[in-house]
């Protein structure tokens, strides 16, 4: 028995060790591509009412309660949620916005556990198009590191964000043939007029 209790604390001590030697930090990121231009995607993005239209997470709990805070859009603006198991509570500020380039968010969940991390939404010119780049970064810390051992936190979190970036490409794009449509029906100004 004592051998036994011997193996068992060494096997403790061995994991223990290990997760020790895992990364303090961690970075997930995944791209799209999106046919609308810049600046209709960075609005969408910008602005946290709209998150309810392609949010990956919005959708796990119908029942989700929502509170906005600070300016509509922009640096400042928060939005905290408080759900189901699926989604948990938490608080989401942009802390910089710069049009058509990026937003960046400070997130901080609350339930059901307590973390910090910085997302990052970027856009860039991809021909015709536009390149959205969606990356968290946070630090580890020993209990998150243990969790990492048995979970690929970048497959996890990274399926949520192409399926968020999926249906960010979907309502974008069909927020930019909108805007399209409606320039077309807008009559021009006669020709040959003189501007007093």
Known sequence: MKKVLIALLLIILGFLGFVATRPNTYHV??????????????????????????????????????????????????????????????????????????????LEFIKPFQSVSTATIALAPDGQDTRVTWSMDGNHNFVS???????????????????GLASLKRVTEADAQAALAAAAATPAPPTGMKVK
């Not at 791209?31 to 009412?49: K, M, Y």
Request: glycine share 10%; proline share 5%; hydrophobic share 40%.
């Open 29 to 106: 990121e995944r791209s799209t591509s999106i046919a609308a231009p810049d600046s209709i995607v960075f609005a969408t993005v910008d602005d946290l009412h709209r998150w309810a239209e392609w949010s990956p997470w919005e959708k796990l709990d119908p029942q989700m309660t929502r509170t906005f805070a600070g300016p509509g859009a922009g640096s400042g603006a928060s939005y905290a949620w408080a759900g189901n198991a699926k989604v948990g509570e938490g608080r989401m500020t942009i802390t910089d916005a710069q049009p058509n380039q990026r937003v960046v968010f400070k």
């Open 145 to 163: 590191k243990a969790m990492c051992v048995f979970v690929n936190m970048d497959k996890m979190q990274g399926g949520d964000f192409e399926a």
